[in-house]
């Protein structure tokens, strides 16, 4: 899933951004709820409409983002208290409220408050702590959800890297019964043997039927690892954000359209890539046309925008189609090479 924080995915238009096959999206219950506030979601009718998407949106429940945007986040059991960045008033989180946004926003998929720590934190009680809370959060949460049938909460698993906290926390939300699941607090600049060592320990115990959504998650060898390990669904700033610094991902890697051997490379972002800009019969863009508008221009960084999430979501097909075809092992070989061919 891309992210569209505030509703916009930065620089493309809604049409721009179904083009590059994006179904579902992601957006921020605190940054929504914040601007333009429930009043106005609730009288436009959500975010689809506020934002012309006629396709689906997920919500994140906006605690992670005030405790990563705001160092002054407190966590309480009530919920996450923080202060306004419009005007510093304190300002209160609960589940209940952040379940009460996310109906008015009207997101086909809802995420639970969770109470998050960083992964790399060495306080254990705190870490267990946040778990047990996560998991009185998600009860308070499916009490206070309006509209079951048409929005679905996804619980969130935590525990940072304990992995007998993740079991004690995955068998505590799989009874909950939600229709899908997140693997939540990674991304938080942990070792990857730890990072994999979690996600395989929690997909491990979750139910088969039921989409597993790893949070924060972006990186291509990340997502098909991540694959390999037993999960579904990622959403992460990374593809977006590093197209606004000239970066375009492809197969062989990330390459800085910057770069002044790029200024007379009269190619496509990447060959064969079948996104807006690069397919035949599609825009033309040039990597020297990118280049030439990187310093003052913003039309690269949308054009490359538009690669990088077509790139991404592309990545994702492919792999799910080695899957249902029955080789993913060669698929990510094939993927790994690509990306290090000296290494075999
Ligand atoms: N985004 C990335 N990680 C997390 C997490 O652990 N919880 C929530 N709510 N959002 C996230
Ligand atoms: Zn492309």
């Known amino acids: 899933m891309p992210v569209a924080t505030q509703a916009s995915l930065k620089g493309l238009t809604p049409e721009q951004l179904e083009e ?11 940054h929504l709820g914040l ?27 906006g605690g992670f983002q ?3 945007l705001l160092k002054l986040a407190t966590i309480t059991e009530e919920g ?13 989180l609960t589940p209940e409220h952040s379940m009460s946004l996310q109906n008015s926003i009207g997101s086909d998929i809802m995420m639970q408050l969770d109470d998050v720590i960083v992964t790399t934190s060495p306080d254990k009680e705190r870490m267990k702590e946040a778990m047990l809370r996560s998991v009185r959060w998600l009860d308070r949460c499916i009490a206070a959800h309006k509209k079951p049938e048409t929005q679905n909460l996804f619980c969130i698993i935590q525990g940072g890297l304990d992995l007998e906290l993740r079991q004690e926390c995955c068998k505590e939300m799989v009874a909950r019964d939600t229709p899908g699941i997140a ?3 990674l ?22 039927l039921k989409p597993r959504y790893v949070m924060g998650i972006g990186y291509p060898e990340d997502l098909v690892v991540s694959v390999a390990l037993g999960a579904d669904m990622f959403d992460c700033v990374w593809p977006t954000r590093t197209a606004r610094f000239g970066n375009a991902i492809t197969k062989q890697g990330v ?36 280049h030439h508008n990187t310093s003052k221009e913003t039309v690269a960084a949308h054009l490359l925008t538009i690669h990088n999430v077509w790139y991404q979501l592309n990545l994702m097909r492919e ?12 698929y990510i070989r094939g993927f790994f090479h690509g990306l290090y061919p000296n290494k075999s």
């Open 183 to 185: 693997i939540g607090g």
């Open 319 to 330: 792999v799910r189609d080695a899957i249902l075809e029955d080789r993913f092992p060669a």
């Open 66 to 68: 005030m405790v990563s």
């Open 255 to 290: 390459l800085n359209i910057r770069n002044a051997k790029f200024g007379d490379d009269f190619g496509p972002i990447e060959e064969g890539c079948g996104c807006e800009c690069c397919r035949e019969g599609g825009l033309g863009i040039t990597r020297a046309y990118i």
């Open 80 to 92: 996450v208290r923080f202060l306004s960045p419009h005007d510093g008033s304190p300002m209160l």
């Open 20 to 30: 590059t096959s994006c179904r579902l999206c992601l957006n921020n219950t605190y």
């Open 187 to 208: 991304s938080g600049g942990e070792a990857k043997a730890d990072f994999c060592r979690v996600v395989e320990t929690c997909t491990a115990m979750l139910p088969e």
């Open 35 to 61: 601007k333009p506030g429930q009043e106005v979601l609730d009288a436009i009718g959500g975010a689809h409409k506020l934002q012309g998407w006629k396709h689906n949106i997920l919500t994140d429940s």
